[in-house]
């Protein structure tokens, strides 16, 4: 459901017409589309305890558990930093942080912690890591700020990018995959392992999601309650934000498992489950293939345009008008990718990294 919704906000027809809900909220605050991301890095957890658990029980050698952790984090930096290039072959003004890369670095860390941590212990750190992160934004001046500056000019995690990796940043004072914030997204993946953790118990279905329910109503209810002192804000991934996001996270993972594993409900979710089983694969390609549509032009009676905009002008528009023409693009995309899966799915092709 993650990927499918990653695809669906990223994807517009337009970026003039797109509905406020698959719209990132401004500043403070949050709408559907700020609950994408953190879903998926908290996915990542749940899965990093899934899986390497089974290579622990397994006795696996920490050589081969750490160097399977490090590859997958190098190629998922690797893919990120790749996709920047695609067709913009620019290092000198090449955007270093990104999706893909924080995905890695949060996997990564995540996976070492894990592989050597207990659930009290992540727990700590999860707490260290928020608490820690609010001292540092809230006492820590920046020059010319001052301390406890959470607007978009001069706060922290702007200064310490521009100081680090300035002219390499998705804005220029500003990048929302920064070096200092990705502290808080490794707690949101660390929770994300809880999660797994207590998927893996030998509790009975229902009583399995009634916890899930539990612990998402309680992070959610202290992210609201704790949003007028540090502001939920996805793009300085405050530790509010942490705690709300993978609240949600876990009421919605807690409705899947009671819908389908409780009630036996599984065929609305056959799609997301075709998506999910391939899904840095169809994140990856569905970029690579986006940009490929920007690129490809057309020749019009104004001049040559990109095959991306003329899909949307000349043929969604007219057929939905500029709003739903926008939001039909990325779901005509949506379904594609589907498609093209189904059959890998069936075979057990699930292209792995």
């Known amino acids: 459901m993650t990927i499918a919704g990653m695809i669906l906000v990223n994807n517009p027809g337009s970026w003039q017409h797109v509905y406020t809900p698959l719209r990132h909220a401004e500043w403070h605050g949050w709408t559907p589309t700020d609950l994408i991301f953190p879903f998926f890095l908290f996915i990542v957890g749940a899965s990093v305890s899934l899986a390497l658990s089974k290579r622990m029980e397994r006795a696996d050698s920490y050589v081969s558990l750490y160097t399977k952790i490090f590859r997958r984090s190098l190629i998922l930096f690797a893919l990120g930093i790749a996709l920047r290039l695609l067709f913009r072959f620019d290092f000198a003004h090449l955007r270093i942080p990104g999706v893909l890369q924080r995905i890695a670095i949060c996997y990564l860390v995540s996976s070492l912690i894990f592989s050597k941590v207990g659930i009290k212990g992540r727990i700590a750190i999860i707490i260290f890591l928020l608490v820690g992160y609010y001292l540092v934004m809230k006492l820590v001046p920046v020059p010319g700020y001052g301390a406890g500056v959470w607007e978009y000019q001069g706060n922290l995690c702007g200064y310490i990018d521009t100081k680090l990796l300035g002219g390499h940043l998705y804005k220029p004072i500003f990048d929302p995959e920064g070096i200092l914030s990705t502290i808080t997204a490794i707690a949101t993946t660390l929770l994300g392992t809880l999660a797994g953790d207590w998927l893996r118990s030998s509790k009975n279905v229902f009583w399995k999601s009634g916890g899930l329910f539990a612990a998402g109503t309680i992070l959610t209810v202290f992210g609201l309650l704790l949003h007028p002192i540090f502001p939920i804000n996805k793009q300085l991934w405050t530790s509010t ?96 990718w589907v498609l093209v899966l189904i059959p890998l799915y069936r075979k057990k092709i699930f292209i792995k990294i």
């Open 241 to 336: 934000y942490v705690l709300f996001s993978a609240g949600a996270a876990l009421l919605l993972l807690g409705l899947c498992m009671g819908l389908m594993d409780g009630f036996g409900r599984k065929k609305w979710a056959y799609p997301f489950l075709v998506l999910g089983t391939n899904a840095i694969f169809v994140y990856v390609a569905s970029t690579v293939m986006v940009k490929l549509l920007i690129e490809i032009k057309v020749s019009t009676s104004q001049g040559a345009v990109s095959l991306h905009p003329y899909i949307y002008d000349h043929l969604l528009v007219p057929l939905a008008g500029h709003l739903n023409g926008s939001l039909l693009f990325p779901l005509l995309l949506l379904v594609f």
